[in-house]
């Protein structure tokens, strides 16, 4: 059986910083990422990162992409493209399929699980129409291939996702019908929101669709607005001419390699439900098995990318490579940069989402095994 | 917690066994408590296939109860009109390799026809017509018009729903610690948390855990767990007419030293099962593992269930599998699953032991269960099934 020091599952911007301080630290590093290109999402993230200088603030998500990218070029990092990984066993065994062909099984000393998350559907009468689909998607099909997925688009959900896709979609040149928010109040960051305001896109609060009509695809959508319980208030509906619904309606982590490996799970409804238990460290349950970014719970690439890089000094130091000073001295700088992410109206409430996941095993130490 | 302290039967597991049980005894007016250990599918019932296969009960009273617990399950499907069971009657085949195993089925069908069995046998070409996408390397089939499935999730949510509309309470996450006599005469099972509540009837529905309750008050139950491990299919169109096994599946089921003596080599007692389920999905298993209670899918079992599916249907390289499942099949010694109340110990019943019957004998366990814990007079034949038959043996073994 091949064996890798560390083994790094997704190449988005968690795994690609995990694999860079890994193998800065000088471990052997592989990265394994089921597409055909590294990145995970950074590369259609054209928009500006928020945040200070040291967050690398003002640069666009795709510059950071080509930046990690040539880091990891330069530090020789094993990358396999196009190789899914369909379970991990006895805690340190990683099964790989590569190119849709060929099966391997590889020992890793410590893996690292940066699968990132999945967008959740809503469901509608008619939610399974052609031109349907997640704002991440749209995104996708906008920024990288360049396709235009529909001209009248309709954006349910008002979180960043909701706004900067509709941001794009506008540039992309589709026009945006509305912003539909379940919620009595409007979810995404001021700067953003203000700016899909401003080019004159109807924003509904309290609005959920009732219904996607079309004969072989979404010809037009129905809203409802609802009262605080939810049900729909009788006699608000309005019909909106549109061609496609993008669903910006939340993230779910993707945790099923991490509970296949026998991760112990927590419940945090701020960060997207079932996430596997982590202590700061980003260590789970399982001695050998790290975590980092969306999978640890949602949050934004600019965090993901820390938990990289701290589940890779983490994985790193725990087999020597790193001396202990250093170690606690490179975390600490690493937990304080993760600490100023998390600050602020929403930043506060995933600081304190982070800090009850790590104590539900109480010693951190006692937690793994 | 729980909100009263007496029943007059507390049910230990809420598996798809210990639901039955609840909803019979329900039926009959009973005041009834489930208590799980884990949640809800969380054990065997929630991590097998979907099968009512006739075609792989040995005549005897496997094989009639399993026509009763057919019966039932129509009759569900009748009175739940509001539940989606997924119960299809796709009918069933078991493929057939060698000369060898032909003849052994050659005269198992015969003998499952002698009781009452739709079986045939079919050669190479009228399998084919059922069956076209199975390699050549089947010489035969059998073939049961009978076979029939449901989904376990479906049933058990549907016992659940009734169970709680005659008032009966279920507790998931609620192990139990202690079970003791009182000098009433009744129960007082203790619960990990420190909750006391008292019932004239214990019902030990713990499937592969049977074993762990009978210990607590002081009975001998020998139930092992064999873990089975299958993969699921993502959803695809119909591959063939029925749903399928290997006579191997048989063979080592119904005579696990056979295939240890011919030394098949894979030591994770491999045979092929592959049922569609109402959704389109494939549940392709299975092994019959000694892991004791690792229930961790494992790359050797699945690589191996994997390449023969892809062996016996080669289409199936086109297909993905989405996900992949084990569970602890409860196995006794003699391959009859246990019911029926301790004689040394009475009013605990024990209702457990199906191995891979479980969802089959689901409806006709419960049944006969309330029956018996109301005392209405029951056949003779069902003394095969008590507990009571393994007492001699822990005698010699004490």
């Not at chain 1, 910083?17 to 052997?28: D, K, M, R, Y």
């Not at chain 1, 899909?196 to 309290?206: D, E, I, L, Q």
């Not at chain 1, 129905?222 to 993008?246: F, H, S, Y």
């Not at chain 2, 699945?302 to 996900?323: C, E, K, S, Y």
Request: a neutral charge; glycine letters at 12%; hydrophobic letters at 40%.
């Amino acid at each position: 059986m091949e064996k890798r020091e560390v083994i790094i599952v997704g190449a988005g911007p968690a795994g690609l910083s995990a694999a860079v301080e890994a193998a800065t630290a000088g471990c052997g590093v592989l990265l394994i990422d089921e597409n055909s290109k590294p990145g995970g999402q950074l590369f259609k993230q054209i928009h500006k990162f928020f945040g200070s200088q040291e967050h690398k603030a003002g640069i666009r998500g795709i510059d950071i992409g080509k930046r990690l990218l040539e880091e990891a070029e330069n530090l020789h990092i094993e990358v396999w493209l196009d190789s899914e990984v369909c379970g991990i066993f006895d805690a340190n065994k990683v099964w790989v399929v590569r190119n849709k062909k060929e099966t391997v099984l590889l020992q890793g000393d410590r893996i690292i699980i940066a699968t990132g998350a999945s967008e959740n559907a809503v469901h509608f009468p008619g939610w399974h129409l052609p031109g349907v689909m997640g704002a991440g998607a749209a995104q996708t099909m906008i920024n990288i291939h360049r396709v235009l997925p529909g001209e009248k688009v309709l954006m349910v959900g008002s979180g960043n996702v909701g706004v900067i896709v509709s941001y794009q979609l506008l540039q992309a040149g589709a026009e945006v019908v509305g912003v539909i928010e379940a919620a009595p109040r409007l979810g995404g960051y001021g700067v953003h929101t203000a700016k899909v305001r401003r080019a004159g896109v109807p924003f509904f609060v309290s609005h959920v669709v009732a219904a996607a009509e079309g004969k072989d695809r979404v010809e037009k959508v129905r809203i409802v607005q609802v009262d605080p319980r939810w049900n729909p208030v009788p006699g608000t509906e309005k019909t909106l001419k549109a061609d496609t619904i993008c669903l910006a309606t939340g993230l779910t982590p993707l945790t099923e390699l991490a509970f296949l490996a026998g991760c112990e799970s927590t419940y945090s409804p701020v960060l997207g439900g079932h996430v596997p238990w982590h202590n700061s460290a980003m260590r789970t349950s399982v001695r050998h098995i790290f975590i980092a970014g969306d999978i640890s719970g949602v949050e934004e690439a600019s965090t993901a990318m820390e938990e990289g890089r701290m589940a890779g000094l983490q994985a790193a130091a725990s087999l020597g490579h790193v001396d202990e000073a250093d170690a606690m001295i490179r975390g600490k700088a690493i937990q304080a940069r993760l600490d100023a992410l998390r600050s602020g109206l929403f930043g506060e409430k995933r600081k304190n989402a982070k800090e009850s996941i790590f104590s539900a095993m109480g010693n951190s130490n006692n937690g793994a095994r | 917690m729980i909100s009263r302290q007496s029943f007059d039967a507390v049910i230990l597991g809420a598996g798809i066994i210990g639901l039955a049980s609840a909803y019979y005894l329900g039926l009959r007016g009973k005041k009834v408590l489930v208590l799980e250990a884990g949640g809800f599918g969380h054990g065997s019932s929630g991590a097998c296939d979907d099968m009512i296969l006739l075609q792989s009960k040995k005549p005897g009273i496997n094989l009639q109860l399993s026509f009763k617990s057919l019966e039932l399950y129509r009759q569900m499907v009748r009175d739940w009109a509001d539940e989606e069971l997924d119960f299809l009657n796709l009918g069933g085949m078991i493929l057939i390799q060698t000369p060898e195993e032909l003849t052994i089925m050659e005269e198992f069908v015969q003998q499952q026809r002698d009781n009452g069995l739709d079986v045939t046998i079919l050669d190479k070409k009228e399998m084919k017509k059922y069956q076209p996408f199975v390699s050549d390397q089947f010489i035969a089939s059998t073939y049961s018009s009978i076979d029939s499935q449901v989904s376990p999730f479906a049933v058990m949510r549907g016992y659940l729903r009734r169970i709680k509309q005659v008032g009966g309470l279920i507790r998931f996450y609620t192990p139990v610690k202690g079970i003791k006599r009182g000098s009433s005469g009744t129960w007082a099972v203790e619960t990990r948390s420190g909750e006391t509540v008292s019932s004239e009837v214990v019902v030990n529905a713990a499937g592969a855990w049977a074993g762990n309750i009978g210990h607590m008050v002081g009975e001998y139950i020998p139930i092992t767990p064999k873990k089975g491990q299958l993969v699921i299919t993502e959803k695809v169109p119909p591959v063939g007419k029925t749903n399928l096994w290997s006579a191997r599946y048989m063979v080592t089921k119904l005579r696990p030293d056979l295939v240890q003596a011919e030394g098949s080599g894979n030591g994770i007692g491999l045979s092929f099962s592959f049922t569609r389920t109402g959704d389109g999905n494939y549940l392709i298993g299975s092994t019959r593992e000694k892991a004791g209670y690792v229930k961790e899918n494992s790359y050797e079992a699945l690589q191996a269930v994997i390449r023969q599916a892809v062996d016996f249907i080669p289409t199936l390289r086109q297909v993905h599998f989405i996900r992949t499942i084990a569970g602890f099949r409860p196995a006794t010694e003699d391959g009859l699953f246990i019911l029926g109340e301790h004689a040394d110990s009475p009013g605990f019943f024990t209702a457990a032991g199906h191995e891979g019957d479980g969802i089959a004998l689901a409806p006709i366990t419960g049944k006969i269960l309330s029956e018996m814990v109301c005392g209405d007079s029951l056949g003779e034949e069902l003394t095969q099934l008590s507990p009571n038959r393994f007492q001699p043996k822990e005698k010699i073994h004490g």
